[in-house]
């Protein structure tokens, strides 16, 4: 037995199914815990009732939840005409472009529902860092780190251009200042926080470390020189300026 042979290295396949169980059991988890408050808007939302659905988080939620095994399907499909395509890395791209859509919209449609006062009370502003952190509470917390977690995650996977904590960065920050000020535009009963900007830009950037493993990066060949003529060799002490 030869002892000098390297092992091989344990397959990329086994991390990526260790990590699909793992999120599977965090839906499981979070499934067992938010049974209750999601079966309050099934009735509503299997009748095909806007009221008491779409407009409410839970029913925005459960639809979601819903639309998972669809989502993948798509998924699948736009993998299956990469592959007959030719295009390298057909799945991670495929995967990536259904994720970011289906992560982030339903946490956008959230944001943007209008509240109780909507149209009639003023739009309002919080440009002080750091004050709102209080009133958000672990809850509020959390779900703003989650915003565009989707978005942070799959975008340094699909886009090369992305591969980076600070630009995934500028994008989060950039989404959420978009969605603040629709929110003050619109006139939603909501307020237009710094601090939202803050943490969505974090939970972004977070969720783009998480995938760093699987960030899609350049793999352009590099030109190759063509064989020229062989030089002639120049003596020692000759200017090599000056022609022989």
Do not use: K
């Not at 699909?20 to 299997?46: I, K, T, Y």
């Not at 992560?103 to 002080?128: D, H, K, N």
């Not at 926080?193 to 760093?212: K, W």
């Amino acid at each position: 037995m030869n002892h000098d042979v390297p092992l091989s290295a344990p397959p990329r396949r086994a991390g990526g199914i260790v990590l699909l169980g793992l999120a599977v059991l965090g839906l499981a988890g979070a499934l067992f815990v938010l049974r209750r408050p999601l079966m309050m808007s099934a009735p509503a939302c299997m009748a095909g009732r806007w009221h008491g659905c779409f407009d409410t988080f839970n029913g925005v939620v459960l639809m979601t939840l819903v639309m998972l095994p669809p989502a993948v399907l798509v998924a699948w499909l736009l993998a299956r005409a990469r592959r007959a395509a030719g295009v390298a890395a057909a799945w991670p791209m495929s995967l990536a472009e259904v994720g970011m859509v289906h992560g982030t919209v339903p946490f956008v449609w959230m944001i943007l529902m209008p509240g109780a006062g909507a149209g009639v009370v003023p739009g309002r502003v919080s440009l002080v860092p750091l004050r709102d952190l209080i009133t958000m509470g672990p809850l509020g917390i959390v779900g703003n780190l989650l915003v565009f977690a989707s978005l942070g995650f799959f975008a340094p996977m699909r886009f090369a251009a992305l591969a980076s904590v600070p630009r995934v960065l500028a994008l989060g920050a950039g989404c959420s200042v978009l969605v603040e000020t629709a929110q003050y535009v619109l006139r939603l009963d909501r307020v237009s926080s710094v601090d939202d900007v803050l943490v969505n830009a974090a939970g972004a950037a977070l969720a783009a470390l998480a995938s760093r493993r699987w960030w899609r990066t350049d793999r352009s060949p590099a030109p190759v020189a063509t064989a020229g003529p062989p030089r002639r060799a120049v003596p020692a002490g000759r200017d090599r300026s000056t022609p022989a």
